[in-house]
């Protein structure tokens, strides 16, 4: 371990001015802060707790499916406690009678079920938490380029978070149009109440504006910081993947989210002033002429949506790439296989990601040929992705494995997002996607990506770098206990969900396909074995594909009672944990591991100066299996040339 690395009391360069400001107070240090480690740590635990409450409007949803017309249980309990009661009442008790999920709640659930995951949990989980601690740190930098505008992006985001749950109490309640929110649907319904700030679809678009102004406000941060602030010696090519995909995540944010920020707010034109951007002419509610001036285009939406909306799916999965090329060299002592190949993999896959969205617009009748285009496209864009698959397995190959549990939850990433990525290359080509279209096999899909896939790769991105950020470890036992339980949970749920949907199972159908017969009555071996499975412990199941959701929603309990010691771990951890032996526990290469820990205001006690790549690890002829970044040799740091103009100083 070098002594850069494990003391602290270096003086040259440490100070950054830092020493002649006041110390904050707790509002300055802990909420209005614009240190970007304060500030990823906010966006972490943010994201953590909206992934909670995406994924309770999911078990709601399952139970619907699983069981339609019975009793949720423990509903009416909620209800019936003195403080909490009131609240659960007005955002979904009301909705539901006796307990009962109904349609129009099935529909509130799905809706925001989709937004709260991907815009208010795994983006800023995946993205602005790890990508404000991690990023700064690894170049070598002292803060993001504009901390201020940090702060801003945070709260934006919060702001947006606050209003997304508002919609669960207006008058209408949350929004029953998916999260797609496609006109003019969503433009026309419940047009009867005039006071528009009853309408739940109303806080969604004010909602996805803030939203959406945090993200750019974000990624401009990052564009800025990566090209501005590196530590002497860190060029392109030796910056740490992680640093390269953030980085291309940046510009997709930049560049696809203001299409739907600009769709959004016509959609609140639309609803708000009574225009008519995507409401075309000769619409009809009730029998009846809607009183509209007509002339829009239901068609432009859909193409601003998806021109964010596909773009998007790589702003979930980079970060994922982002954190396994770092989780797995240190947990393998193998270099990082195809580094180059895979930085440009990554430019590519953003270039690309741009050239696709309209395949999820094939039922809409464009010809054909727009739509080889489009499949052309599509079939490119999983070459890329392909490569960064195969430059992280190839990685294991040969290494000497360290089953923690990050990299349980990293390996576990690897045959998952396969899975995602090779069921999603037939839905390229139309004529198998107009069959499968809105059906459980694209849900199966799109899940198989983002769930056990990008979900995974975030938690093991929280294992690896818990003790940086407490200076403590989690729990192995723990982390162990949360990694099983969620790998069977997440298989039980969405495998058969590819079955169904070839099935004809509807993704929207509320009672699960229980009134769809001829399409619910079909059988096979799976739904053989499941009814048999569950009749060994009393339970009947029928032996059709409605079996299924059964055994999904039993995945969806797994998964859930999977998440407790995850959730305990994280905070029992913070006091409880073992102490971190050395700034560098793990034994890794990259920069942030020279910093102390946790890392303080102004993050280094050194200037730091690279002299290699960022995953030297088991090089020949070296007296250890790994050789940071910051090292001329084993143990000793590189110098800083002396500079005749100062330290930059982080403005705070």
């Known amino acids: 371990m070098s002594a850069a690395a494990t003391t602290h009391d270096h003086s040259h ?315 797995i060299p240190a947990n393998t002592r193998r270099p990082l296989w195809g580094y180059k190949s895979m930085v440009y993999a990554a430019l590519t896959l953003g270039f690309l990601s741009f050239l696709v969205w309209a395949h999820h617009m094939y039922l809409t009748g464009m010809g054909t040929m727009m739509s080889t285009y489009f499949q052309i496209t599509t079939v490119l864009i999983s070459v890329p992705s392909v490569i960064l698959l195969t430059g992280l397995m190839i990685s294991l190959w040969g290494g000497s494995i360290r089953f923690t549990p990050q990299m349980l939850f990293a390996s576990a990433f690897l045959p998952m997002f396969g899975i995602g990525g090779l069921t999603g290359l037939p839905l390229a080509f139309t004529f198998i996607d107009l069959a499968l279209h809105d059906t459980y096999y694209v849900i199966g899909h799109f899940h198989y990506v983002v769930a056990p896939g990008t979900i995974f790769a975030l938690f093991a991105g929280i294992y690896h770098w818990y003790p940086k950020i407490t200076g403590r470890f989690m729990s192995d036992f723990l982390g162990k206990l949360h990694f099983w339980p969620s790998l069977l949970g997440m298989n039980l749920i969405f495998a058969p969900m590819f079955i169904q949907g070839m099935g004809g199972f509807h993704r929207r159908w509320y009672d699960g396909g229980k009134y769809f017969e001829q399409t619910s009555s079909a059988s096979n071996w799976v739904t053989e074995l499941t009814s048999w499975t569950f009749g060994l412990v009393g339970m009947d199941v029928p032996n059709n594909l409605l079996g299924l959701n059964v055994l999904m929603s039993v995945g969806a309990f797994i998964l859930a009672l999977g998440q407790v010691p995850f959730i305990l771990n994280v905070f029992l951890s913070i006091k409880g944990g073992r102490k971190a032996n050395s700034d560098n526990p793990w034994h890794c290469t990259t920069l942030e591991w020279a910093t102390p820990t946790p890392p303080p205001h102004g993050n280094f006690t050194f200037e730091p100066v690279v002299v290699r790549g960022p995953y030297e690890y088991s090089v020949p002829a070296c007296s250890q299996d790994y050789l940071p970044q910051w090292e001329t040799e084993p143990g000793k740091a590189a110098v800083a040339a002396a500079s005749p103009t100062p330290a930059p100083v982080a403005h705070h």
Request: hydrophobic content about 55%; glycine content about 10%; some cysteine.
């Open 13 to 327: 360069g440490a100070d950054h001015a830092h020493d002649h400001h006041d110390e904050p107070g707790f509002l300055g240090k802990y909420i209005f802060s614009c240190d970007h480690k304060v500030i990823g740590i906010q966006y972490g635990l943010s994201g953590l707790l909206f992934l909670l409450l995406g994924f309770f409007l999911m078990l709601l949803m399952r139970w619907s499916i699983a069981f339609p017309g019975e009793t949720v249980p423990g509903l009416l309990f909620v209800e019936s406690l003195p403080v909490i009661g009131p609240f659960f009442h007005d955002a979904i008790g009301r909705w539901a009678p006796g307990g009962i999920v109904n349609g129009e709640l099935y529909n509130m659930l799905g809706a925001m079920h989709g937004t709260i995951m991907v815009f208010l949990g795994i983006v800023p989980l995946g993205f602005a938490g790890f990508v404000n601690f991690v990023m700064p740190l690894q170049i070598g930098t002292i803060d993001m380029a504009f901390p201020k505008l940090n702060m801003w992006s945070f709260w934006l985001f919060f702001i947006s978070g606050v209003m997304m749950i508002a919609s669960f109490f207006v008058g209408t309640g949350s929004v029953q149009t998916g999260w797609t929110m496609y006109s003019p649907l969503a433009s026309t319904t419940t047009l009867a109440v005039t006071n528009v700030w009853m309408h739940g679809h109303t806080w969604w678009l004010l909602a996805m504006v803030f939203n959406i102004s945090a993200s750019l406000l974000g990624s401009v941060n990052v564009i800025t910081t990566v090209i501005n602030l590196r530590a002497k010696g860190m060029t392109w090519m030796r910056m740490p993947f992680f640093c390269w995909a953030m980085f291309v995540t940046s510009f997709l944010l930049l560049l696809a989210f203001p299409p739907l920020e600009v769709a959004a707010l016509l959609q609140l034109v639309d609803r708000v002033f009574g225009a008519s951007f995507f409401l075309p002419t000769g619409l009809m509610e009730g029998g009846q002429h809607l009183d509209i001036s007509g002339g829009g285009s239901p068609l432009l939406y859909q193409h601003l949506f998806w021109f964010l909306a596909h773009p998007e799916v790589y702003v979930l999965i980079l970060p994922a790439f982002a954190i396994l090329a770092e989780v």
